[in-house]
Nanobody, 124 residues
Framework: QVQVVESGGGLVQAGGSLRLSCTAS????????MGWFRQAPGKEREVVSC????????FYADSVKGRFTISRDSAKNTMYLQMNSLKPEDTAMYYC?????????????????WGQGTQVIVSS
């Protein structure tokens, strides 16, 4: 099964930036999509953004549009999330996911085991 490792989280002041990274391993098929989820204390895990294998198709939750940018290096099985203009409400554990398409990811039809996640804390 696909395994993912997230990194890049940290503590930042509101308005600041962070760049998250995710590397996937154990993949046996090409052409998979990747995405980011986040889970704040007491809330459900929600999709933040996802990107197709080619990078031509992307999705952003309304709450992060215009502030976050997703990208990937498919040759390295690595995905990134550039987070700018961070807000306290972005505070959460961020998790990486893989799936057949971006639609699969949005529906949580995932190929991977959840990783440890990377914590993002935005102070006001």
């Amino acid at each position: 099964q696909v395994q993912v490792v997230e990194s890049g989280g940290g503590l930042v002041q509101a308005g600041g930036s962070l760049r998250l990274s995710c590397t996937a391993s154990g993949l046996t098929v090409a052409g998979y999509a990747m995405g980011w989820f986040r889970q704040a204390p007491g809330k459900e895990r929600e999709v933040v953004s996802c990107i197709s294998w080619s990078g031509l198709t992307t999705f952003y939750a309304d709450s992060v549009k215009g502030r976050f940018t997703i990208s990937r290096d498919s040759a390295k099985n690595t995905m990134y999330l550039q987070m700018n203009s961070l807000k306290p409400e972005d505070t959460a554990m961020y998790y990486c996911a893989t799936g057949a398409t971006t639609e699969h990811i949005k529906l949580k039809r995932l190929d991977n085991q959840w990783g440890q996640g990377t914590q993002v804390i935005v102070s006001s």
